[in-house]
């Protein structure tokens, strides 16, 4: 199966997601602990578009791509952000494949943008 990391406006099935949740990331987890809901209600934010990679970058030895999204806080209210997570969509099932949580809370203030980039690499 192919495993999908792209996402639309408003999805929360794939790419990368945000939560407030603040116990620590397992190997064992398979959600996120508290997801931040997509809209403009209280404590919401709107998810934008994510493609799954904005290009391949080759450096000697290493390979990298980077994820963005983007996400915009239209709710009226300050939101706080503790944790993000990653998940794929592949045979229309939603898996988790990352999780972390942030040093210390990032605080989007009404009508704020706030951008997540994950830089992966592999080196050969």
Known sequence: PTFQ??????VLSSG???????????PSDFVIQTLIANGVGAGQ????QQTGSQGVQIAGANTSFIMQRLFANLSGGVVNVNELAIYTLTGGNSFLIYRD???????IPIGGTYRV????????
């Open 5 to 10: 990391t792209n996402a639309d406006v408003g």
């Open 16 to 26: 990368i997601i945000l939560g407030s949740g603040l116990t620590a990331p397992t």
């Open 45 to 48: 934010l709107s998810y934008q």
């Open 101 to 107: 949580v942030l040093p210390s809370t990032d605080i």
């Open 117 to 124: 980039s994950i830089t992966f690499q592999i080196t050969t």
